[in-house]
């Protein structure tokens, strides 16, 4: 047998990986913590779904523990119960989401037909059936809406977030300190801002463009914080390797630095779009609402999504209920997707 097949013969290992004798003896004991646990609510004064939770997660805790206590000691022992209580509390967190997204899905699916989302409600009554009418001039004016809230704040995030990092000149502790309070500004306070300096002096009337200021000063810090988190990712190796081959500073950045932060850039611009889609209190103030298209954002109140969920519940009937729990589904399915590719952006590799 030469070398190279006795080295293909070879097959490596991993002894990080569980084998299968640990996943029977694992899957056993969840079996029997599983059987334990309804046994205790059983003959103990516990008693519904949380008590099953305590008593299931406190059994398995303990077994699993003196299992690898007595297999490794017990550093072994402390790190198969602080695993245990992390799953634990990630399923706990997650069991509210997943109740909200079944429960939003639900009562959400029954009012879609292919028309409601080319029909708007400017023809229809609260009482008219859920498949009449449509949310089209929501969804148009939701995306109008942010649209311009996108234009107005995503240059100001990022010079924002670039000023921080890249100048840091005297004002970099001033702003920094604005933009950590703008983060925490209630949307109420965006938008009475808006009413009362510009729509009760000046135009004294509502549109697209009054909701869509409130929305870029609520979006501006969320872009500009994860900006300016992304932006201190790239290394400094960069910046001197561009200043070394007799570039400014301001060539370096724009050429260096914002290309290999583009992937987490964009993410930053999606985590705003998803702070500001759902929000309702600027839009009534500001927006108006409005039940029927409306492509002008300078003129005339303007329909969105958020707007449509609460004047449905507003009207009370089930017609109009039915059609809130819809308008509902769809801004959570947007929400779901901007999260998501935010999500799938920030796994990639800073400038790939």
Do not use: C
């Not at 992937?263 to 500001?276: E, F, H, K």
């Not at 209920?321 to 590799?349: D, E, P, Y």
Request: proline fraction near 5%; charge should be positive.
């Amino acid at each position: 047998m030469t070398t190279n097949k006795i080295y293909e013969s070879i097959q490596p290992t991993r002894p990080w990986q569980a084998s299968m004798k640990d996943r029977l003896t694992t899957g056993f004991i969840l079996i029997f913590s599983l059987f334990m646990a309804t046994l205790l609510v059983k003959i103990t004064g516990l008693s519904g779904k949380l008590g099953f939770f305590v008593s299931f997660v406190f059994i398995f805790v303990a077994l699993t523990s003196g299992r690898e206590y007595r297999r490794f000691g017990s550093a072994s022992a402390k790190d198969a119960l602080v695993n245990t209580v992390v799953a634990a509390g990630t399923f706990l967190t997650l069991i509210p989401i997943a109740s909200i997204i079944f429960e939003v899905f639900s009562k959400g699916y029954k009012g879609i037909y292919p028309g409601l989302f080319t029909h708007d409600m400017s023809l229809n009554s609260p009482n008219d059936p859920a498949n009449v009418g449509g949310l089209g001039h929501a969804i148009i004016g939701t995306l109008i809406l942010v649209a311009i809230a996108l234009v107005i704040s995503v240059p100001v995030g990022i010079l924002t977030a670039l000023y921080l990092t890249e100048i840091k000149g005297k004002l970099s502790q001033p702003i920094r300190f604005l933009v950590q309070a703008m983060s925490g500004v209630p949307s109420i306070v965006a938008g009475l801002f808006i009413l009362s300096a510009i729509l009760y002096p000046i135009t004294k009337q509502n549109s697209a463009v009054l909701g869509s200021l409130s929305l870029a000063i609520l979006m501006i810090p969320t872009v500009a914080r994860t900006s300016e988190e992304v932006l201190n990712l790239i290394p400094s190796d960069l910046r001197e390797a561009g200043v070394a081959l007799g570039g400014t500073q301001w060539r370096t950045v724009a050429m260096i630095v914002v290309p290999a932060a583009k992937s987490g850039l964009l993410t930053a611009v999606i985590l705003g779009v998803a702070r500001i889609a759902g929000e309702t209190a600027p839009i009534l103030l500001l927006a108006g609402g409005g039940d029927r298209f409306n492509l002008d954002p300078f003129n005339g109140p303007m329909g969105s999504l958020p707007y449509f969920i609460w004047n449905s519940f507003k009207s009370g009937t089930p017609e109009s209920i039915a059609r809130a729990w819809t308008g509902l589904l769809v801004l959570l399915m947007i929400l779901l997707f901007l999260f998501s590719t935010a999500r799938f952006l920030g796994n990639r590799k800073v400038g790939k």
